[in-house]
């Protein structure tokens, strides 16, 4: 006997929702009021990414990411115009007054002055995102200020850049720049099969009981970002497939297939392959060990549970 249907019923929901939309409300009231640090004169966006803005978060996400990007200046990667369209790019750009770092400076000032008091100091930022923790928001919420990057197709003499749009940041105390594409990851994720955000969390949710509740000297480092990616590649003749169980099989066979390249997936966003050695790509090992223990537990699934009732 394995896995039983029923489990994949369970491991199917989403998480708590309630608090995702109210926190990005008070964070975006907090940067727009009078006592903001913010220059008034600059753009920028706030928007939810991650698995609460993709319903793929579980029983056992963490924190909701709200991005704070700055849109009145950006990086910009120009290598695929020609001679004629970088010249015309470079005429057109002048150094900005206000830099990236003058922005995630005063927005971690605002927040601080926002939610910290003489008693508490949730607001704390050590790391990539600025985290905000312990009780002023309904939910611990990671603030991550960023800048918009923008991948220029093409500059015409006339007309609009075809442009693609994404993040980019860096941690507090690192130079090395990240760089994200939340908004395409979304749309692509839209896109798939009704099933696809459900299979995605019915994956995540069988980590999570391998690592709390099997019984293994193993554990399964797959953070949800890569599962969620990982997923994406699995054919749509597998996650249209109405029986939860059939489909969680049918996909762990995909991946263990002599015919399916690991090496050519992609992430959600499309905009970088998945395997790689990036800051934003996973490594090959890491996803066939994932995908390994799931099978043990798939098929050791009766014999481990009938131990429990007998010990």
């Known amino acids: 006997m394995t896995i039983p249907n ?7 929901g989403t998480g708590a929702d309630a608090g ?5 409300e008070r964070i975006i009231n907090a940067l727009e ?4 640090s913010l220059p008034e004169d600059i753009r920028f966006d706030t928007f939810l990414q991650g698995s609460y803005k993709n319903d793929t978060h579980t029983y056992g996400s963490s924190d909701v990411d709200i991005v704070v990007k700055l849109e009145s200046t ?5 290598s695929e115009l020609d001679s004629e369209e970088q010249a015309r790019y470079d005429c057109n750009q002048s150094d900005a007054d206000y830099t990236y770092r003058d922005f995630r400076k005063d927005v971690f ?3 601080k002055t926002r939610f910290n008091s003489s008693t ?3 607001v704390v930022w050590d790391g990539k995102a600025i985290e905000i923790n312990d009780g002023p928001l309904p939910v611990d919420v990671d603030v991550v200020p960023c800048r918009d990057y923008r991948i220029y197709r093409s500059y015409p003499a006339n007309g609009e850049p075809d442009i693609d749009h994404g993040m980019a940041f860096c941690p507090r105390y690192n130079s090395q720049r990240i760089v994200n594409f939340p908004k395409m990851h979304y749309q692509n994720g839209t896109e798939q099969h009704a099933n696809f955000k459900e299979t995605v969390r019915i994956f995540k949710n069988a980590r999570d009981y391998f690592n709390e509740e099997w019984q293994s000297p193993y554990r399964i480092d797959a953070p949800s970002y890569f599962v969620e990616c990982l997923i ?7 996650i249209k497939r109405s029986k939860r169980s059939d489909r969680f099989k049918e996909t762990l066979d995909y991946f263990q297939a002599d015919s399916t390249d690991l090496v050519t997936f992609d992430q ?7 395997f790689g050695t990036s800051n934003t790509q996973w490594d090959i090992k890491s996803a066939e060990s994932m995908v390994a223990h799931l099978e043990t537990m798939w098929e050791d699934w009766y014999n481990q549970h009938k131990r429990r009732l007998f010990t």
């Not at 029923?6 to 199917?12: L, R």
């Not at 995702?20 to 990005?24: F, G, L, Q, Y």
């Not at 950006?74 to 120009?78: G, H, I, L, R, S």
């Open 6 to 12: 029923s489990k994949f019923d369970d491991w199917k």
């Open 20 to 24: 995702s939309a109210t926190a990005r």
């Open 33 to 36: 009021i009078d006592r903001s």
């Open 74 to 78: 950006w990086f910009a990667d120009t």
């Open 109 to 111: 000032n605002t927040l």
């Open 120 to 122: 508490s100091k949730p």
């Open 232 to 238: 994406y590649n699995v054919p749509e003749r597998i």
């Open 268 to 274: 959600v966003s499309e905009m970088e392959q998945l």
